[in-house]
Structures are given as C-alpha cells and as structure tokens.
C-alpha cells in the first residue's frame, strides 16, 4: 500500500477562500471589518516569522491586521494592561498572543485576561468547557485543522478508533474532545501509556502531537490507518538540520491509506483555522452587540 499524501498547504488555501468569501458577505451586510490583534514579546525569529505571516494572510482575507510588538523586558502589568485595552477595543474582534513568552511572564495569567469571546486561540479556560460541553466558540487551530482534514477524508467519524499521542493543552486534550464530540472512540496516549505500539495498530485514526521525531514507525499502524502528524522537530542530517514529524513517514506510509507530510501538511492548517476563528468571533460579537 502507497498512503496519498495529504496537501495541507492546498487545504489552507481553500479554507482561506471561504474564509475570503465570507469575511466579504459579512463586511456588506454589517459594515464590520473583522479585527485580528497580535502581541509580540520579544524578537524570538521563528515567533517574528510566524507573527508577520499571520499578518499578511488576515489582509489576504479582508481583516484588519493589527501587530503590537513589545520589547522582551515588557513587564507582566504591562501586558495585561495591553491585553484589557484590546479587551475594550470594539475594532477588535480577535486577539493572539504569540508564544513562547520571556521567562519572566506568566503565560497562563496572560492568555486568560483575554476575554473569551476574543480568544481567537481557544486556550481560556471559558473556551475550554465550552468545547467539552459541545459549545466552542474559537476551537484551538491545529486540533480544528486536523478535524477540518478528517472530515473532509473520512466523512462521518461515528464508531471510527482514534487514538491521539500527546495529551497538551494545545493540541492533544482539545483534539480529543473534537473526536469525541464527532462520536469516535479515542484513546488519550502519553509517555506513560503502556504497549504504545499496540495501542495505535487498534486504532483507524492515528494524530501524533507528542514532541518526538519519527516515535511512529509504520509497523505501529493498522493497514489503511489515516495518520496526521501534528509533530515538527529539527534533527541533524550531517552539517545542516531538517524536519521531520513525531511519525517516520517512509515506512508509515507504506501501511497508512493516508498520511500528513512534516513539512506541508497540518502546519499550513494553523493560521487559516486562526482566520477562521477570527471570523467566527466577528460574528459572534456583532450577534451579541446587535
């Protein structure tokens, strides 16, 4: 078996289509222009990189970009006080803070003065019970990028097994919760779960978001398993370094009916999910206001 290899820089951009599309009929029935605030502490490169990429693809859409960038020593007061100003901002209707923060921040306290109904990231703990309660709002974005993919490849996931390697806030707990919620039936995998390999060849479903390089090898899947790789880690490859996922992609996809590439599968799915919970808050605020 030869899996097909799942573009999701193709699946982005369809996302950000719609998201185009719908940013516009939204704009000519209410005159609202969505908002989409991000804060940058520090000048971490990778943060800088992706911080500027958000910022080009929310103006692609038809948003109002708006970029704060702090110096690394900003104070824990300050940033909450920048984050309760946007909180008042009624031309804001989505706000990001970029992450990792300097070490001298509190990262929780932070993400949760955003107020729920602005939390583009899904991370406060609001949007958290909202999801598990069947009610999300802004759904955390690589978990709705691998959701949006499974729908579309699979269909209905009800009796489908899944099983999930990781068990972050971020990515592996809220990814659960979505399978749940389309009635699979999913095993949460961590450093402690005994017989991994075992476990993932039960399941029809394999997401791998567990932080280590090629963990997953292809004797682990069951034949015709779809298999998202949510992993992206630098390994030495002699003088330079390259990227590979959390799943060992030649041999996975010689068992898999489907896999994501590491890079250019569920990463190009993050900031079109960003858009598009930006958008979902734009009109979930105008809703409440109107």
Partial sequence: MSAEIIDGKAFAANIRAEVARDCAAFREKTGIQPGLAVILVGNDPASEVYVRN?????????????????????????????????????????????L????HLDADAVLNTITPDKDVD??????VGR???????????????????????????????????????????????????????????????????????????????????????????????????VGIN????????????DVHFASAAEVASAITPVPGGIGPMTIACLLRNTLACAKALHALHD
């Avoid at 990792?100 to 070490?103: A, D, M, S, V, W």
């Avoid at 399978?179 to 390999?197: K, M």
């Avoid at 630098?234 to 996922?245: N, Q, Y």
Wanted: glycine share 10%; charged share 20%.
């Fill in 234 to 245: 630098r390994i030495a490859d002699g003088d330079k370094t390259r990227l590979v996922g």
């Fill in 54 to 98: 958000k910022g080009i693809q929310a103006k692609e859409v038809g948003f109002a970009s708006l970029e704060y960038k702090l110096p690394a020593d900003t104070s824990q007061e300050a940033l909450l006080a920048k984050v309760a100003a946007l909180n008042a901002d009624p031309k804001v209707h989505g706000i990001l803070v970029q």
């Fill in 122 to 127: 899904g991370f406060h703990p609001v949007n």
């Fill in 131 to 229: 999801l598990w309660t069947g009610n999300p709002v802004s759904i955390p974005c690589t978990p709705l990028g691998c959701s949006l993919i499974l729908r579309d490849r699979l269909g209905d996931l009800a009796g489908k097994r899944a099983i999930v390697i990781g068990r972050s806030n971020i990515v592996g707990k809220p990814m659960a919760a979505l399978l749940l919620a389309a009635n699979a039936t999913v095993t949460i995998a961590h450093s402690r779960t005994a017989d991994l390999a075992a476990r993932c060849r039960e399941a029809d479903i394999v997401i791998a978001a567990v932080g280590k390089p090629e963990l997953v090898r292809g004797d682990w899947l069951k034949p015709g398993a779809t298999v998202l790789d």
């Fill in 100 to 103: 990792p923060l300097p070490k």
